[in-house]
């Protein structure tokens, strides 16, 4: 491994560190206040911020400034819960997400074409970016807020391309449930999944193969996220896929959800040839294939997902 992506790696760690101490500590001191120190000491007002979030008393603030953990600054919503979660901890915290990072620094190679299929707040982009120096990161996201957001952030990069809009299975527009004012701007979705009274926007949607035909580089790395879209997704992605294979990274769920709109996009990447492996603690891939990712997740707790690499054998 090179230099740069030990150093990556060496960075990455210290916040992981950080992270599970928090996490560690907490189980083990139950006076809130304590805890409430103890976090400020190790993450400064940035905990403080994160806590006063909860409230949602900070939207009028507009926007703030965080550093992920490689260095890259970013501007984000004040209003949203995970640019604070973001801001404190420096690295997308969920275990699959720690595992997921691994993977990219020690996979996305320099010259890389990587698709980031709902780049949220920009953390896997940026992090693309980073890795792919001399390639190009494609980023889209259909929520309209964030996307600002990223047009923002990536305005000066040249390899980096922002495109407004869902990724879909045709182009035209599509029903969009933005979550941001009822749980997370994470858990918004082209579906209704919270079971919510959202009223959905409309939003343009493209498809990935009509992306590459209006004159893209086909991607050599896909990752989808798209809280259940992920199906139509590669629906529309059918040709690129059948004819540049690109590895995908997928999160799926597990559960009721998981077997209402994962299981639909992991047959449909089985159906053309693709294999799912899920990734380890380290970011390797297992060694063995797994065929039923969303039996495989063990948490049974709503919300739980893991992301899978999936290849073309």
């Known amino acids: 491994m090179d230099t740069k992506r030990q150093k990556l790696l060496d960075r990455f760690f210290v916040y992981v560190s950080k992270y599970k101490d928090s996490m560690q500590y907490a189980k083990r001191e139950h006076n809130k206040f304590k805890r ?24 009028f603030l507009g926007s703030m400034r965080i550093e992920l953990f490689f260095g890259r600054k970013m501007t984000l919503p004040v209003s949203d819960i995970g640019a604070h979660v973001l801001s404190m901890y420096r690295i997308a915290h969920h275990k699959s997400e720690r595992r997921l990072t691994l993977w990219m620094i020690k996979n996305i190679k320099d010259s890389e074409v990587v698709y980031d299929v709902g780049a949220h707040l920009g953390f896997y982009t940026a992090l693309a970016e980073e890795l792919a ?6 980023a ?24 407004c809009g869902a990724v879909s ?34 939003v343009p949607a493209t498809t990935l193969d009509e992306y590459v035909k209006a004159g893209n580089k ?14 139509e997704a590669i629906l529309g992605a059918f040709g690129l896929i059948e004819k540049h ?15 209402k709109y994962s299981d639909k996009a992991v047959r449909k990447l089985q159906e053309l040839g693709y294999k799912a492996f899920s990734l380890e603690s380290d970011g390797s891939m297992s060694k063995e294939v797994i065929n ?15 992301n899978f690499l999936f290849l073309a054998q």
Not at 133 to 138: A, I
Not at 174 to 198: C, K, M, P, Q
Not at 225 to 231: A, H, K, P, Q
């Open 133 to 138: 120096h001399h390639g190009e990161v494609h």
């Open 292 to 306: 039923d990712p969303v039996g495989s997740i063990v948490d049974p707790s709503r919300g739980a997902r893991d």
């Open 245 to 259: 294979n690109p590895r995908i990274i997928m999160e799926v769920w597990a559960g009721e959800l998981g077997r």
């Open 218 to 231: 086909p991607p050599t790395a896909i990752k989808f996220d798209i809280e259940g879209g992920e199906y």
């Open 169 to 202: 299975d045709f182009t035209g527009e599509i029903d969009f449930y933005n979550a941001t004012d009822v749980e997370d701007s994470s858990a918004s979705s082209r579906f209704n999944v919270l079971g919510s009274r959202i009223v959905p926007s409309k």
């Open 140 to 163: 889209f996201e259909a929520n309209k807020s964030l996307c600002s957001y990223l047009n923002r952030n990536f305005s000066y990069s040249k390899n980096t391309h922002i495109s």
């Open 36 to 59: 409430a120190f103890y976090n400020f000491k190790k993450f400064g007002f940035s905990y403080i911020s994160y806590s006063v979030s909860r409230t949602r008393a900070l939207g």
